[in-house]
């Protein structure tokens, strides 16, 4: 039996692995109305108003309720932290403590948190294996590329493409796009329509044997 065995003292345990955070109580519901949206009966899925209006924990925009959102941004943050514990070995594959500033990568984040979630609660381990394979290198290949040698062991960088995306914005550049779009529209009101191309339209032949209220053929 060693010394640290009989004494008890030594380096405290500590486990192999950490767990994929749990996302916190509102984030939860969100996720149980989507499944009620998708699977509930009639009764339920009424209850929920437009599906349209729901959440998504996905797409953090969707999120407009103060705390929910305040939710997201936690469960994604503890998300990224565990990401870069568990599965990163070369450093240049970290995700960025300044992530919140690059919207691509909340909005990747937001995307690989959810199919891990559902990945970890599926009854089988095809869908961790698919975010193993597929949906992790994936995401880590793309920021990478995207923020190539910036916000490297050195604070947050300002955004390379500023410039030319106020370019884009200049009322110059605005006005140009929208007289293609309407070069393109006067396209389609001036050129003839091709006989095959016309939508059929139906009318009424003797319609005074028809009801027009009931629509019932009289005798």
């Given at each position: 039996?060693?010394?640290?065995?009989?004494?008890?003292?030594g380096?405290?345990?500590?486990?192999?692995?950490?767990?994929?955070?749990?996302p916190?109580?509102?984030?939860?519901?969100?996720y149980r109305e989507?499944?009620v949206?998708?699977?509930?009966d009639?009764t339920?899925k009424?209850?929920?108003?437009?599906?349209?209006?729901?959440a998504?924990?996905?797409d953090?925009?969707?999120?407009?309720?103060?705390?929910?959102r305040?939710?997201?941004?936690?469960?994604l943050?503890?998300?990224?932290?565990?990401?870069?514990?568990?599965y990163?070995?070369?450093?240049?594959?970290?995700?960025?403590?300044?992530?919140?500033?690059?919207?691509h990568l909340v909005?990747?984040?937001a995307?690989?948190?959810?199919l891990?979630?559902?990945?970890?609660?599926?009854?089988?381990?095809e869908a961790?294996?698919?975010?193993h394979r597929?949906?992790?290198?994936?995401?880590?290949?793309?920021?990478?590329?995207?923020l190539?040698?910036q916000c490297?062991?050195?604070?947050?960088q300002?955004?390379?493409a500023?410039?030319?995306?106020?370019?884009?914005?200049?009322?110059?550049?605005?006005d140009?796009?929208?007289r293609?779009?309407?070069?393109?529209?006067?396209?389609l009101t001036?050129?003839?329509?091709?006989?095959e191309a016309?939508?059929?339209?139906l009318?009424?032949?003797n319609?005074d044997?028809?009801?027009?209220?009931?629509?019932?053929?009289?005798?």
């Amino acid at each position: 039996m060693s010394e640290h065995t009989r004494t008890g003292r030594g380096p405290r345990p500590q486990p192999v692995l950490e767990g994929f955070p749990r996302p916190g109580r509102r984030v939860e519901h969100a996720y149980r109305e989507l499944n009620v949206a998708l699977y509930g009966d009639d009764t339920e899925k009424k209850a929920l108003g437009n599906p349209a209006a729901l959440a998504r924990p996905w797409d953090p925009p969707t999120c407009i309720d103060p705390e929910l959102r305040a939710e997201v941004w936690d469960w994604l943050d503890r998300v990224a932290t565990w990401i870069n514990h568990e599965y990163v070995w070369d450093p240049t594959a970290m995700i960025p403590p300044c992530w919140p500033k690059h919207p691509h990568l909340v909005h990747e984040i937001a995307v690989i948190a959810d199919l891990r979630r559902r990945a970890g609660l599926a009854l089988t381990s095809e869908a961790l294996e698919e975010w193993h394979r597929y949906a992790l290198p994936a995401f880590t290949d793309r920021m990478r590329q995207r923020l190539k040698a910036q916000c490297e062991d050195q604070d947050h960088q300002t955004w390379p493409a500023q410039g030319r995306h106020k370019r884009h914005l200049a009322h110059n550049a605005v006005d140009e796009r929208g007289r293609h779009f309407q070069n393109d529209l006067n396209t389609l009101t001036d050129a003839p329509v091709p006989p095959e191309a016309r939508t059929p339209r139906l009318r009424l032949v003797n319609h005074d044997q028809v009801d027009l209220i009931t629509g019932e053929t009289l005798d």
